[in-house]
């Protein structure tokens, strides 16, 4: 009797999507339009829809003001809860979130150097 291993790959594509709610181009709409981040990951939804038959596709909007569009919270809770299991560290999620908001924070600081003029 034979035995078959059957290997599953699952590729995920993860789009990172930082709306920079200052800048002139995005000041409009995220002036109006509070979530302006989830407005933009549903588009890219929309956009890459052909890839749902072969790939998993999460996008993940973050606004540089912190908001978070709901597919991003959900994709980090649950890759916390899968370092949680392997690492039996229940901070694990926590530390996740606050490494990913420190990341955001440190891009917002460079975003804001860069904004200086040097005479």
């Known amino acids: 009797m034979s035995r078959c291993q059957t290997t ?3 590729i995920i594509i993860i789009i990172i999507i930082i709306i920079d709610t200052y800048a002139e181009s995005h000041i409009a709409n995220t002036l109006s339009t509070p ?3 989830a407005v933009a990951a549903q588009q890219k939804l929309s956009k ?9 596709f999460c996008p993940i909007a973050i606004e540089t003001a912190g908001t978070w569009n709901a597919m991003a919270i959900e994709l980090v ?8 299991v ?3 560290d229940s901070r694990e999620t926590t ?3 606050q ?3 420190i990341a955001l924070q440190q891009g917002n600081a460079v975003s804001f150097q860069n904004t200086m003029t040097t005479e």
Do not use: N, V
């Open 8 to 10: 599953i790959i699952i």
């Open 99 to 101: 490494r990913l908001s």
């Open 95 to 97: 530390i996740l979130f």
């Open 86 to 88: 392997i690492t039996e």
């Open 77 to 84: 809770q649950e890759i916390g809860r899968r370092i949680t």
């Open 35 to 37: 979530g302006a981040a």
């Open 48 to 56: 890459y829809a052909s890839l749902a038959s072969t790939h998993i």
